[in-house]
């Protein structure tokens, strides 16, 4: 497993999708926090926020991740090497979960520059240090849950065809439709005290409320079960290839 893992991070780093990743990342965040004259720009706020970042970054990961998982399957299953690689001494889940935390290491390493976006507010609040760290860290915390949930969005995208193309379509679609789209039918208020259920089960619940700085349980068993969900459908996903070869 650990080779493997090592083998699709240096897939990342030996070409230009890592830091490409990475660099879209920052440029698009950047622009919207520093350049564009839109309501997130930190110095026409006036306040020490980096809220518009974690209003921002969720959307940009939405579009993403999806690019970054949609090879991971489909290519092998193109290729047909994917054939070679369910044949090695490794179970479906082990294969799963290193393609799962090369692409969560790539996410983890585009997060890590913006902390020069945080001490820069950081210096210029007035006085320097006037910011709620607390939410700011929690907002951090529930980023990264999200994009591990996008992950595996994408990757069990990536495991349902042949076509990086689709997989990605797929990958954006359903991680759109789990971070805002019961958000959606809950604007519609059509069920009375059920809506707000619904609401509870999409992401952007989750996400806001790890953006207050208070890590809930129940928030980190949410993503936690949202995750173990997609992985075990990729996985269903990878056995049902093999039945079908066996026939």
């Given at each position: ?8 991070i ?18 698009i ?9 839109v ?9 020490s926020?980096?809220d ?9 990961f939405?579009?993403?991740?999806p ?33 799962y935390l090369a ?10 520059p913006t ?19 607390g939410g700011?860290?929690?907002?951090y915390i529930?980023?990264?849950?999200l ?12 495991s ?6 689709i ?5 954006v679609?359903i991680?759109g ?25 999409g992401i952007n ?6 953006s ?21 459908l990729?996985?269903i996903?990878?056995?049902?290839r093999?039945w079908?070869?066996?026939?």
């Amino acid at each position: 497993m650990w080779a493997l893992l090592k083998k699709e991070i240096n897939g990342f780093l030996n070409s230009l999708t890592g830091y490409l990743v990475i660099m879209v990342f920052l440029v698009i965040n950047g622009l919207f926090l520093w350049v564009l004259p839109v309501s997130f720009n930190i110095p026409d706020y006036g306040y020490s926020s980096l809220d518009g970042l974690f209003v921002i970054a969720p959307f940009v990961f939405l579009f993403l991740i999806p690019a970054i998982t949609m090879r991971f399957f489909a290519e092998e299953r193109k290729t047909g090497t994917i054939e070679l690689l369910l044949t090695k001494p490794l179970t479906d889940f082990q294969i799963i979960m290193a393609k799962y935390l090369a692409a969560l290491l790539l996410v983890v390493f585009s997060l890590l520059p913006t902390l020069i976006y945080f001490y820069s507010v950081y210096s210029l609040g007035l006085p320097p240090g006037n910011i709620d760290i607390g939410g700011t860290w929690g907002s951090y915390i529930g980023l990264l849950f999200l994009g591990a949930a996008f992950v595996a969005i994408g990757l069990f995208a990536s495991s349902l065809t042949d076509n990086q193309i689709i997989a990605f379509i797929i990958g954006v679609f359903i991680s759109g439709f789990v971070y805002v789209g019961f958000d959606l039918f809950y604007s519609f208020d059509l069920l009375g005290h059920v809506d707000l259920f619904i609401k509870s089960l999409g992401i952007n619940a989750h996400y806001t409320s790890m953006s207050r700085g208070v890590i809930d349980t129940r928030d980190v068993i949410y993503f936690l079960s949202v995750i173990a969900i997609f992985i075990l459908l990729t996985k269903i996903s990878l056995e049902s290839r093999k039945w079908e070869r066996k026939k």
